[in-house]
């Protein structure tokens, strides 16, 4: 489906020349197979619910080879990591099943 990989080493992250990341320190990604869904309303609609998240910067696209799709997330901390990417996954589940899924308590 599709290949997402990259390799970072203590010495890499600690020397600074990972790359520009804009003063992010996490990066994350949710890739999502989306069978029977309209995958480019999809990402429209994540696009307009995510363009101004606070402490996020978000890009998506389609998978190459499969109705899906790929986000790339930098965030400035992992709560907002984690907002992001439960956020997506949400309303892509939503997407998919009709519903999104109940709160779940800890």
């Given at each position: 489906?599709?290949?997402d990989?990259?390799?970072?080493?203590?010495?890499?992250?600690?020397?600074?020349g990972?790359?520009?990341?804009?003063?992010?320190?996490?990066q994350?990604s949710v890739l999502?197979?989306?069978p029977?869904v309209?995958?480019?309303a999809?990402?429209v609609n994540?696009?307009k619910?995510?363009?101004?998240?606070?402490?996020c910067?978000?890009?998506l696209?389609r998978?190459?080879?499969?109705?899906?799709?790929?986000?790339?997330i930098?965030?400035?901390?992992a709560?907002?990591?984690?907002?992001?990417?439960l956020?997506?996954?949400r309303?892509?589940?939503?997407?998919?099943?009709?519903?999104e899924?109940?709160?779940?308590r800890?």
């Open positions: 489906l599709a290949i990989r990259f390799r970072v080493t203590g010495e890499e992250f600690t020397r600074g990972l790359g520009v990341t804009g003063g992010f320190a996490c994350g999502a197979v989306t029977g309209d995958t480019d999809l990402i994540l696009r619910k995510f363009s101004d998240m606070t402490g910067a978000i890009g696209s998978l190459p080879r499969v109705n899906g799709l790929s986000a790339r930098l965030a400035q901390d709560v907002s990591m984690r907002s992001a990417m956020g997506i996954w309303q892509t589940r939503g997407a998919i099943v009709g519903c899924p109940s709160n779940r800890k």
